[in-house]
């Protein structure tokens, strides 16, 4: 049971920001977005998680809809080493769970 | 962010013989581990979810008896497969939290191929 959608692929210039959508229209009040990647043959790696506010990190910002039903993660200045797979996950809060969906597979070219 | 390893990185072994992967949290003592594998081409699938000092619990359709896990201590799970057969074969990832609930970290990953 898919709890997310995300576009299969997406290209992106190097240097500008990509913007990664996610629909989760039927999230629940209880449950944290969570976002990951992995770059190929790694394990994932967390890039950061919210709930209703929005949030930023070193890595990344996440922008969550004032109805919560979809996300957008940004990269502000997409590297190669970008390059990934990139996961939305929700995961209720007391729920240890974490399901892998397809992702987003992003490229991002000189 | 936070560092775990797995060891060895990668491994091929004959069919019917077992592999033994650990994993470890070299920054935070983690309560909970979590096994997950990875088939070619495909997203990753939890097996199975490891508490210090109790015993594991799998995820449906992941035999225990195969896929040992032991979970000795705060910084340390294995993860042992026994009798691999090819259709072992995968890529498989640890990952950690303080608690259940917490943000999972995952470590780089082990692939291994049975022959």
């Known amino acids: 049971d898919a709890k997310t959608t995300q576009p299969p692929s997406m290209d992106c210039a190097e240097g500008r920001a990509a913007n990664l959508p996610c629909n989760h229209s039927?999230?629940?009040?209880?449950?944290?977005v969570y976002w990951y990647r992995q770059i190929h043959s790694q394990g994932p790696q967390y890039i950061i998680h919210?709930?209703?506010n929005n949030e930023t990190n070193e890595m990344a910002s996440l922008i969550i809809t004032e109805d919560r039903k979809s996300s957008t993660l940004i990269l502000p200045h997409a590297t190669l080493r970008d390059t990934a797979v990139y996961y939305c996950?929700?995961?209720?809060?007391?729920?240890?769970?974490?399901?892998f969906g397809a992702g987003t597979t992003v490229t991002v070219r000189a | 962010g936070a560092v775990v390893s797995q060891h060895p990185s990668w491994v091929i072994c004959k069919s019917g013989t077992s592999v033994k992967i650990e994993c470890r949290s070299l920054?935070?003592?983690?309560?909970?581990m979590f096994w997950y594998r990875q088939f070619p081409k495909q997203s990753l699938m939890l097996m199975a979810t490891s508490n210090e000092g109790s015993k594991a619990t799998y995820e449906q359709g992941v035999e225990k008896d195969k896929f040992l896990i032991n979970h000795a201590s705060l910084t340390l799970s294995t993860l042992t497969v026994t009798s691999a057969h090819p259709e072992d074969s995968s890529f498989y990832i640890c990952s950690k939290a303080r608690g259940g609930t917490d943000t999972q970290y995952f470590g780089p990953g082990t692939r291994l191929t049975v022959l």
């Open positions: 919210g709930l209703k």
């Open positions: 039927t999230i629940s009040g209880n449950e944290y």
């Open positions: 920054d935070f003592q983690a309560t909970t």
């Open positions: 996950i929700v995961r209720v809060g007391s729920d240890y769970k974490l399901s």
